[in-house]
């Protein structure tokens, strides 16, 4: 099979993957404009509010990434026992991700009197680090529902059916949008409560979509074909499977997003100015990078289910049919950032002080020149780690950032910043490299095709169920 000879409507084409990818590009939008718009309130309300949003919520979710990659990755055991008809596994998956949320919230709840001594390390400005302390500490409070749902939500997309996933994203930005603005501005009758409130907000809406998740996973009619009830036991030899397959997976994730933190806590070190164009360039990056989310969730989907029927070849197909529409997404996307830059930032200018933010925007505009540049490499990072990941090679994805993000990124933007006192280009430019040389060595270990002989279920089931509803 040549895989780049891809059929639109064959199994794992370019219909079947937008058909997955679709909601679930849609449910990671939806996730992103309610990040995007809560960082553009920030931005309005204050310099201080805007540049102490990021660190705080990067480090919290540092710390919950690594649960939350964990539980997340049942929809990869969902994935893969759907495509081999063991329905009656699916249910027991998913409460074993609810028990690693259970653990990542008494986790993070004991970061909360910790917090001021952590933040006092990075050596922001008191009156930034202040406003830290307080986001940190809320959003920790709604470590467990994030968690939680992202193992409720491998449910849905294991098996192919994403759109509730969408709909609860939809519902749990509303809810969050509505009391961001009334609760950071203090309208409505609300106080005024600036990056608190933004806090406040975000905590209420995941414990709403949490709520909705239940009601509908734990139905009747998936009851009856998927045990999503009764199977509440906790499991050691399937929960010691997911967290074998899933901690790679979630520690993967910890060190990309901690490394990053990490970063964001160095440039903090230049100066406010700095630090607020990082915090806005990267957020103006998530609103086009999310989608690319999707494809990949899409991706590692499909490589579970065709791997589950044992069907390689296919799965192969999909991963290329998903790359091929993510880099053609995201090369318009970079041209953009160089173009137009000021479409991308001006939502962040429209009720912000003029003068006071003009250095930030002539910072900014630059750092989106960065952004363009590694966005391109970045499908490479995401389709191809969602792969291998989707056929339980996540430890190599898990060493690779490990290395990389200290070679490349965390030791060089500190000795760079802090010790040679160079300024946020050099920072970046690493950042950048970083992002480049992670994708290639993705797309190596893809060719390189140890995947295919990958599964993270057992081979041979006691009892084979009725395959039930699709």
């Known amino acids: ?52 949003a990021m660190p705080a919520g990067m480090f919290c979710f540092t710390i919950m990434s690594l649960f939350l990659g964990t539980a997340g990755y049942s929809s ?32 993070l709840g004991l970061f909360i009197p910790i917090a001021r001594p952590l933040f006092r390390l990075a050596g922001h400005a008191p009156d930034v680090q202040e406003l830290e302390v307080i986001y940190f500490q809320i959003l920790t409070l709604g470590a467990f529902p994030v968690i939680a749902c992202s193992a409720l939500g491998g449910f849905f997309s294991g098996r192919g059916r994403p759109w509730p996933i969408m709909w609860i994203s939809s519902v749990g930005t509303v809810i969050n949008l509505v009391l961001d603005y009334t609760m950071i ?39 009856r074909l998927y045990s999503t009830v009764s199977g509440w036991r906790f499991d050691c030899d399937l929960f010691s499977r997911l967290v074998r397959y899933g901690l790679p997976s979630g520690v993967e994730f910890f060190l990309d997003i901690g490394a990053f933190s990490m970063f964001i806590l160095i440039v903090g070190r230049l100066g406010t100015m700095e630090l607020a164009s990082t ?8 609103l086009a990078f999310m989608p690319m989310i999707g494809f990949g ?87 191809f780690a969602s792969a291998i990941k989707g056929a339980g090679d996540t430890k190599y994805v898990m060493i690779m950032i490990l290395v990389l993000s200290l070679a490349l990124l965390v030791i060089p933007v500190y000795i760079g910043v802090v010790l040679l006192h160079k300024g946020i280009c050099v920072a970046w430019s690493f950042a950048t490299l970083y992002v480049i040389v992670l994708g290639i060595s993705f797309l190596m270990r893809f060719r390189g095709g140890k995947w295919k002989g990958m599964r993270v279920i057992r081979e041979t089931p006691e009892i084979l169920p009725p395959s039930g509803l699709i």
């Open 76 to 107: 990869t055991f969902v994935a893969q026992y759907f495509g081999a008809s063991r329905n009656d596994r699916i249910g027991p998956s998913v409460w074993q991700g609810i028990y690693v949320a259970i653990i990542g919230g008494i986790v």
């Open 185 to 223: 501005f203090g309208k409505w009758g609300f106080p005024e409560m600036g990056i608190k409130g933004a806090g406040i907000a975000t905590v209420i809406s995941s414990y709403v979509s949490l709520a909705i998740y239940l009601c509908l996973v734990f139905r009747d009619p998936y009851e």
């Open 297 to 383: 969730m899409a991706v590692s989907v499909l490589v579970g289910k065709y791997l589950g029927m044992d069907r390689p070849d296919i799965a192969e197909r999909s991963v290329y049919s998903g790359f091929k529409l993510t880099f053609v997404y995201m090369l318009f996307v970079a041209i953009a950032y160089v173009l137009v830059p000021d479409v991308f930032i001006m939502p962040f200018t429209l009720k912000a002080d003029a003068t006071r933010f003009k250095e930030i925007h002539d910072i900014t505009v630059v750092l989106l020149r960065f952004v363009a540049l590694y966005s391109i490499f970045d499908t490479m990072n995401i389709i």
């Open 279 to 286: 915090n806005i360039a990267f957020n103006i990056n998530n």
């Open 1 to 52: 099979m040549n895989p780049y000879q891809i059929s639109v409507q064959r199994k794992g084409g370019y219909k079947e993957v937008i058909t997955i990818a679709l909601p679930l590009i849609l449910s990671t939008g939806a996730w992103t404009v309610q990040y995007f718009i809560d960082r553009m309130f920030l931005a309005w309300y204050s310099p201080q509010a805007i540049a102490a």
